[in-house]
């Protein structure tokens, strides 16, 4: 069983930064992507950035340039590193282990407010 908990989250004013953590535990297998994720109310989770255990990283095009995805191998934690913040970055966040079954954390808040 793979547990995945968030923390990070919080309040930042308009251009500031946050980075956000997923720490994995649990059976994940070899291959599996571990991905974040957002959502508003009333709307689906959107898909911001992925990394696979191979490797590789991709970012949606609206992320791209602001936010990081990275993993720290030794404490198995995936990080999203998040700069020049906008108030429409405002939601829930998850993270998500996929391979051989789909897990998702508990999600942990981001608020962009001046």
């Known amino acids: 069983q793979v547990h995945l908990v968030e923390s990070g989250g919080g309040s930042v004013q308009p251009g500031g930064s946050l980075t956000l953590s997923c720490a994995v535990s649990?059976?994940?297998?070899?291959?599996?992507?571990v991905s974040w994720h957002r959502q508003t109310p009333g709307n689906p989770r959107d898909l911001l950035a992925d990394?696979?255990?191979?490797?590789?990283?991709s970012y949606r095009d609206f992320v791209k340039g602001r936010f990081i995805i990275a993993r720290d191998n030794a404490t198995n934690t995936v990080y999203l590193h998040m700069a020049n913040l906008k108030p429409e970055d405002t939601a829930v966040y998850y993270c998500?282990?996929?391979?051989?079954?789909?897990?998702w954390g508990q999600g942990t808040q981001v608020t962009v407010s001046a």
């Open positions: 990394y696979t255990s191979w490797g590789t990283t």
């Open positions: 998500r282990l996929w391979g051989s079954t789909d897990n």
């Open positions: 649990g059976n994940t297998g070899s291959r599996y992507v």
